[in-house]
C-alpha cells in the first residue's frame, strides 16, 4: 500500500458551474492562506450562483483541497485539475519517497518534522489509519447541560453528557440549542472537563476561557467557575452562553486562590485539522506562553489541568515537564488522537501545584 496516497478521497465529481466557482474561491485563498476558512466561509455564502445542495459539495472541495494540497500536487501543479483527476482516475501509481515518513508527511500534508513525530508516536498501521482519519469530516458533537431536549435530526448518545449529531443540520434552527439545553463541544474536550472536574461547589477558574465551553460544562457539573481571557470579544460570547444555558459563570480577572485552575492553553491545533485544515498553514508554536500560563497557574491552585487541542511533544508533555519537574507533580496525562465519528486531536495533564 502506497503510504502518500492512502488518504486521498473518492471525490463526487462537480458541476461546471462548482469548478467555476471553487476555482475563484481558490484564488482567493492563495492570496491569504493562512485565513483560509474564513474566506471560503464567506465566499460560499456569497455564490449566489450555487444552490443549497451545491455549496456543501464545493466547500467539501475546497477544504479537500487544502486537506491533500501535497498529495494533490504529485498529481498537478493546478490543484484543481488535480481534484479532478482524482473523481475520474482515482489515485495515480505514483512510487512512495524512500523514506517512510517522508510519504506520511504527503500524506498529511504537513511539515517533515510534525509528520516524523505522528509516524514514530503511532508507528505505520495507526499513522496511515491517522492520515485517512484527517480526510475526513470532524462530527457535530454537543454537550448536554440539561436533560430533555430534543433534536430534529438523529443523534447517538456518547458517555453520561455527550451526543454526536448524525446528521447536518441548522443548530441555530433547533429549540433545544437556542434554549442552551445543549453546546457544541468536541468529544476530546469533553473528556478533559470531566478529567478536570473537582467536584460540586469547587472552586474553578477557567484561566484561558475563549467563548467558554468548558467553564458552562463545569458548571453544569455543579462547579462554582471564574472565567477570564485576554479577548473580550471571547468573554461577551460566553457571557451570551451562560445566560442562553441559564449558568453562572464569574468573569473576572484571576486573583486568590482556587481548587483547581484550567489552562486550555493557546497552542498550534494540529489536533483539529480536520476542523480547521487551514490550521496547516499557519502553524505557530507558542511555547512562551504556555510555559508563563502553566508556571502562573500552579501557583494559585493545588490541582491545575493543563490541555491544548495540538498533537506536539514540545506543546505538551515537554511543556508540563519544564514545569512540573521544579514546581509541581505530574499526577495524570493522556493523548487523544482524532477517531473516525469522533473525538479531534487533544493533550491534557494533571498536575498537583502549590
Known sequence: MRVWSSALPAPVPPSDRI????????????????HAGPIIS???????????????????????????????????????QAWLRLCNDGAPELDDPEDAAAAYAIAVSMPEDIA?????????????????T??????????????????????RRVGAHGAVLEARCNLDLEPSYREGMVEVQDLGSQ?????????????????CAGAGGKSLSLAALGADVQAWDIRPRALDAL?????????????????????????????????????????????EFPTDAQLGLLRRAVTMA???????????????????????????????EQTIWPEPGGADGFYWAKLAGG
Open 42 to 80: 464567506a465566499a460560499l455564502r456569497a455564490a449566489r450562483t450555487l444552490g443549497s445542495k451545491e455549496r456543501p459539495v464545493a466547500g467539501d472541495m475546497l477544504t479537500g483541497m487544502i486537506r491533500h494540497h501535497r498529495g494533490l500536487a504529485r498529481i498537478h501543479a493546478d490543484p484543481v
Open 239 to 283: 457571557a451570551e452562553r451562560a445566560r442562553r444555558a441559564r449558568l453562572k459563570v464569574r468573569i473576572a480577572p484571576p486573583e486568590g486562590r482556587y481548587d483547581l485552575v484550567l489552562v486550555d492553553a493557546p497552542c498550534s491545533g494540529t489536533g483539529v485539522l480536520r476542523r480547521h485544515p487551514e490550521n496547516r498553514w499557519k502553524l
Open 19 to 34: 469548478r467555476w466557482v471553487v476555482e475563484g474561491i481558490w484564488a482567493d485563498v492563495q492570496r491569504d492562506p493562512r
Open 134 to 155: 484527517l480526510a475526513g469530516r470532524a462530527p457535530v458533537a454537543l454537550r448536554v447541560l440539561r436533560e430533555g431536549f430534543t433534536l430534529s435530526v438523529p443523534f
Open 116 to 132: 516524523a513525530e505522528w509516524w514514530s508516536r503511532l508507528g505505520p498501521e495507526a499513522a496511515v489509519q491517522h492520515a485517512r
Open 302 to 332: 493545588p490541582t491545575v489541568v493543563y490541555a491544548t487541542c495540538a498533537l506536539t511533544r514540545r506543546e505538551n508533555e515537554d511543556v508540563v515537564r519544564s514545569v512540573a519537574e521544579p514546581a509541581a507533580q505530574l499526577v495524570e
Open 191 to 207: 473528556t478533559i472537563v470531566d478529567a478536570a472536574f473537582p467536584g460540586r461547589g469547587a472552586r474553578v477558574l477557567d484561566l
